[in-house]
Nanobody, 115 residues
């Protein structure tokens, strides 16, 4: 079956960095658009960044210049490098794989930015 397993979340001080990973199995990873979403308490889930099968990336305005999404097709893994973290980046971060009408989600990993 399809599995997306996120890791790398945790508690970090403002200005710090974290790198999230999402390991995929059960899909032809290289042909999927991969994305990171996040959901803060009491808010809707929002798109953070996407990377296409040919490595084109896009970012929400709130993270542009601070976050970098990348993928390693040999390892079936997508990453989110998060720098200059702010308290407002605190959320559960979810990995998503999408192709046409197919879409899959990971279980999420908590990121907390606090002093």
């Amino acid at each position: 079956q399809v599995q997306l397993v996120e890791s790398g979340g945790g508690l970090v001080q403002p200005g710090g960095s974290l790198r999230l990973s999402c390991a995929a199995s059960g899909i032809a990873f290289r042909i999927y658009v991969m994305a990171w979403y996040r959901q803060a308490p009491g808010k809707q889930r929002e798109l953070v960044a996407t990377v296409t099968s040919d490595n084109n990336s896009n970012y929400s305005d709130s993270v542009k210049g601070r976050f970098t999404i990348s993928r390693d097709n040999a390892k079936n893994t997508v990453y989110l490098q998060m720098n200059s973290l702010r308290p407002e980046d605190t959320a559960v971060y979810y990995c998503n794989a999408k192709r046409a009408t197919l879409g899959y989600w990971g279980q999420g990993t908590q990121v907390t930015v606090s002093s």
